[in-house]
């Protein structure tokens, strides 16, 4: 079954940190970029980061810029995110997704690039 699978959420007190993990299974892509959104409720999928399909080039929401270090390692379909000195406003079900393209980097921070969603991990920041 190809399928990309989320873990790392949970429970945070502000400035604190978590470190999500994506694995896929079924697939390869290491030619793919990759990318983290996220949803909280009540508001829409927004982009938060995203890694070329060679690790080389890396992309950040502005709101996460300087706090979260995406990363990835093909050998291991896997890819990161560090989230370090978080906040209220961080809470949110936080999802991985595969580019559809093979080596592009287009539209990365638009939902329509991605063809493969994780189910999500939830990610809630106490004030």
């Known amino acids: 079954q190809v399928q990309l699978v989320e873990s790392g959420g949970g429970l945070v007190q502000a400035g604190g940190s978590l470190k999500l993990s994506c694995v896929g299974s079924?697939?390869?892509?290491?030619?793919?970029?990759l990318a983290w959104f996220r949803q909280a409720p009540g508001k829409e999928r927004e982009f938060v980061a995203a890694?070329?399909?060679?690790?080389?080039?890396?992309s950040y929401s502005d709101s996460v810029k300087g706090r979260f270090t995406i990363s990835r390692d093909n050998a291991q379909i896997t890819q990161w995110l560090q989230m370090n000195s978080l906040n209220p406003s961080d809470t949110a079900v936080y999802y991985c997704?595969?580019?559809?393209?093979?080596?592009?980097?287009?539209?990365?921070?638009?939902?329509?690039?991605?063809?493969?969603w994780g189910q999500g991990t939830q990610v809630t920041v106490s004030s």
């Open positions: 997704a595969k580019h559809g393209s093979l080596w592009r980097w287009d539209n990365v921070g638009s939902p329509n690039a991605y063809d493969l």
């Open positions: 079924g697939l390869a892509f290491s030619n793919n970029a």
């Open positions: 890694i070329s399909w060679n690790g080389k080039t890396t």
